[in-house]
T-cell receptor
């Protein structure tokens, strides 16, 4: 069965600082990996996704993520965080068809 | 505008009173799905549908029903709601339900069952 672990429940960073959100997945074959963002009171919006090829994936809003098969990780990064990035971030894996499995989420707080 | 809509956005009800949460998409997507979001648990899939009249259980289907009579609509039915169904519910859709497809989410329905 596929699964996703986001070890950090809550992260606080200062505006302008760099950010890394961790994601570890479990799946027997090559996974399809996603990062979604949920702003307060909003639905989920796709930031980026990885299928194959280049292991560094660029997304919207200046985010990127790196797939590391040896570590079963797909960490999300941003070089300089903006106050508007405060939100909850979800990593997800699509292994079996028709099903997306989400991690428990990481809440990001941005300090002025 | 391409979107997934849900109604109502907020709902307070009492135990045992049947309710329906509607979901509609205007992107001609074949695949639709319902999730519930609970603190510390992320999103868990309730039911999904690959096309009209084709539905299947997700990870947490107990206490829920769905139907797919039209391609654009995928209502979630709670025939006898209980307090443990208090949650935030999301509907999502994608083109065909393929493994790597992006799912588009509605704005969510916050349900409180007293």
């Amino acid at each position: 069965a596929q699964s996703v672990t986001q070890p950090d429940i809550h992260i606080t960073v200062s505006e302008g600082a760099s950010l890394e959100l961790r994601c570890n997945y479990s799946y027997g074959a090559t996974p399809y990996l996603f990062w979604y963002v949920q702003s307060p009171g909003q639905g989920l919006q796709l930031l980026l996704k990885y299928f194959s090829g280049d292991t560094l994936v660029q997304g919207i809003k200046g985010f990127e993520a790196e797939f590391k098969r040896s570590q079963s990780s797909f960490n999300l990064r941003k070089p300089s965080v903006h106050w508007s990035d405060a939100a909850e971030y979800f990593c997800a894996v699509s292994g079996s068809a028709r099903q997306l499995t989400f991690g428990s989420g990481t809440q990001l707080t941005v300090l002025p | 505008e391409a979107q997934v809509t849900q109604n109502p956005r907020y709902l307070i009800t009492v135990t045992g009173k049947k309710l329906t949460v509607t979901c509609s998409q205007n992107m001609n997507h074949e695949y639709m799905s319902w999730y519930r979001q609970d603190p510390g648990l992320g999103l868990r899939q309730i039911y999904y549908s690959m096309n009209v009249e084709v539905t299947d259980k997700g990870d947490v289907p107990e206490g829920y029903k769905v139907s797919r009579k039209e391609k654009r609509n995928f209502p979630l039915i709670l025939e006898s709601p209980s307090p443990n169904q208090t949650s935030l519910y999301f509907c999502a859709s994608s083109f065909g339900g393929g493994q790597g497809e992006t799912q588009y989410f509605g704005p969510g329905t916050r349900l409180l069952v007293l």
